[in-house]
């Protein structure tokens, strides 16, 4: 039974959001804003550092791919068989290159559909800064076709 | 400054990509550290996955939504963004993304204006659909 995993939990992971990471990213969304680019203008904008932009969470968590394996692994799931169904982010405030970030990673719910043909994982990943605040939510969505 | 329409039913300036090419999404895989074999690799995507080619990340879509949004309400405006993948953009596609206002709230400082989302094919196919959440600050 899949469904004993709903709630499992994963230990804490610290990250800091690197420079070229960020950079990487706006680059490959096109991104021309020399704010999501250069640290001068940023600042000269007003920011406290480089920005990132709204999707960025999920180089964060492909980061910690590993966790992503392990889930598959305790769920029995080929990863060949897995779809990227859908994905939210909620941003309690906004993030910044050199940020330290904490993240927490659950399973929220697993759901079969179409009379088990598809499973639906649903994981939660959310980021708290070094004071405790919440920054932002990752909330992803997986299907695997089971046939 | 708020300077932006935030009437109800109005659209967002639209995003075109042109042509996804191999290049760029390589460059996403880059970025994003998804190196998939699905989106890098021509051989595992016809042999493994039964597919012309490969195709472009769901997650390119959703950024370049996301984008739709911070050229239009500038960087740190997007509070939640959330999107439905509902079909493989093929590699060399363009990407149609658009934006309308649904509904707007008042709060103390702004507005949380309600966003639908598309992306679309060049041909008006479904590719990505979705709806985000987007501060706007109040004109001073």
Wanted: charged share 20%; net charge negative.
């Amino acid at each position: 039974m899949r469904a004993q995993h709903i709630g499992y939990a994963w230990p804490a992971f610290e990250l800091v959001i690197e420079r070229g990471s960020a950079i990487a990213f706006a680059r490959g969304l096109d991104e021309t804003d020399p704010i999501y680019l250069d640290e001068a203008a940023a600042r000269a904008a007003g920011l406290r550092g480089i920005a990132v932009l709204p999707t960025f969470p999920i180089a964060m968590s492909t980061e910690r791919v590993d966790l992503i394996y392990d889930m598959l692994q305790r769920l029995a799931v080929d990863p060949a068989k897995i779809l990227h169904a859908s994905q939210r982010f909620v941003h309690h405030q906004p993030m910044f290159v050199g940020d330290s970030l904490t993240g927490t990673k659950r399973i929220a719910n697993i759901a079969d559909r179409k009379s088990g043909a598809l499973t639906f994982i649903d994981t939660v990943i959310e980021y708290r800064n070094v004071a405790g605040e919440p920054v932002c939510e990752d909330h992803c969505s997986l299907v695997v076709r089971n046939t | 400054m708020n300077t932006l329409d935030l009437t109800i039913g109005s659209a967002l300036p639209p995003l075109s990509t042109g042509p996804v090419t191999r290049h760029r999404v390589a460059m996403y895989a880059h970025g994003s550290g998804d190196l998939n074999p699905i989106h890098v690799d021509p051989d595992y995507a016809r042999d493994q996955a039964g597919l012309p080619d490969v195709i472009v990340h769901g997650m390119y879509s959703m950024g370049m939504l996301s984008r739709l949004l911070t050229q239009w309400a500038g960087p740190g405006s997007v509070r939640a963004i959330e999107t439905r993948f509902a079909a493989m953009l093929p590699v060399k596609a363009s990407l149609e993304c658009s934006g309308v206002i649904e509904a707007v709230q008042e709060t103390e400082d702004g507005s949380l204006v309600t966003v639908k989302l598309t992306a679309t094919q060049a041909d008006g196919s479904a590719v990505a659909a979705g709806q985000a959440q987007v501060f706007v600050a109040a004109a001073r």
